[in-house]
């Protein structure tokens, strides 16, 4: 019996000398693990930036809404006033619209209405909006595409007020 112990722990060592270098080493490891996280960082740098795309969309999209329900509580005209670079919610009042807040789009974004570039506001004029909410409920369809980088999202307003989005993946 004790011949046979002594024949399996020879055997056991004559395995691990077998392939001293079998395995990888700490260094290798982290060298690999390195390697992997710097290509990974490079691959997400490159990836398109949708993020801000889609809070913009999210955000004119609940404006876009609360404006045309509030037309509907309120009983008087809403609709929304498109700028360069923002939108604001706007109220018909005393003949004329009256601006209610304002949201800043994200950098380097512009806005089309029914495909057309805004038109460049002049500063004697009275903010007109490119949408207006009835308070009866009847809005007339229209378009509104959200343009950064080459990625458009388009937002749809239908004749009831509300906004379908038309976001590529």
């Known amino acids: 019996m004790h011949h046979e112990n002594l024949h399996l722990k020879q055997g056991t060592s004559r395995l691990r000398n077998a392939h001293p270098e079998a395995g990888l080493s700490l260094v290798e490891v982290m060298v690999t693990l390195s390697i992997v996280a710097v290509a990974t960082s490079l691959i997400v740098l490159t990836l ?20 045309s329900e509030r037309a509907l509580i309120t009983g008087q005209p809403s609709g929304m006033v498109f700028e360069q670079g923002r939108y604001s919610p706007a109220i018909w009042q005393d003949e004329t619209w009256r601006l209610i807040g304002s949201q800043n789009l994200p950098a380097g974004m ?60």
């Open 48 to 67: 398109p930036r949708a993020q801000p795309q889609k809070q913009a969309v999210g955000l004119l999209r609940e404006a876009l809404e609360r404006t």
């Open 110 to 169: 512009s806005i089309l209405i029914d495909g057309e570039p805004l038109r460049a506001a002049d500063a004697t004029e009275a903010p007109v909006p490119a949408v207006i909410f009835d308070p009866l409920g009847h809005t007339p369809p229209v378009t509104i595409d959200l343009v950064r980088n080459d990625f458009v999202t388009r937002l749809t307003l239908g004749a009831d007020g509300k906004v379908a989005v038309d976001m590529p993946s």
